[in-house]
Nanobody
Framework: QVQLVESGGGLVQAGGSLRLSCAAS????????IGWFRQAPGKKREGVSC????????YYVDSVKGRFTISRDNAKNTVFLQMNSLKPEDTAIYYC???????????????????WGQGTQVTVSS
């Protein structure tokens, strides 16, 4: 079964850190660009970060630049999102998905994506 499973969310105080994991099963993750997305209550899902399959280039939405770091461990078939200096506005359900055709279209109308997983809840208290 082809799927991505997110984990690592939780409740943290503002200024704290979390590391999210996106584990792939049923396919080899390093052949695909992988994106992290989030959806807060009442808001549209937004692309947060992406890591390319070709050269490991990384992309971030402006609101998380300098605070979040995306990485991949091909041996573990897993992509990570290290989140530091968390803010209450980072509170959301976080999802990972394959990004098609590549990270340059993250969050745009040209982006297609693989199936969504169940997500992992991140809650940042003030």
């Amino acid at each position: 079964q082809v799927q991505l499973v997110e984990s690592g969310g939780g409740l943290v105080q503002a200024g704290g850190s979390l590391r999210l994991s996106c584990a792939a099963s049923g396919f080899t993750l390093d052949y695909f660009a992988i994106g992290w997305f989030r959806q807060a209550p009442g808001k549209k899902r937004e692309g947060v970060s992406c890591i390319s399959s070709s050269d490991g280039s990384t992309y971030y939405v402006d609101s998380v630049k300098g605070r979040f770091t995306i990485s991949r461990d091909n041996a573990k078939n897993t992509v990570f999102l290290q989140m530091n200096s968390l803010k209450p506005e980072d509170t959301a359900i976080y999802y990972c998905a394959t990004v098609i055709p590549d990270c340059t279209v993250l969050g745009t109308a040209d982006m297609e994506h693989g199936d969504w997983g169940q997500g992992t809840q991140v809650t940042v208290s003030s």
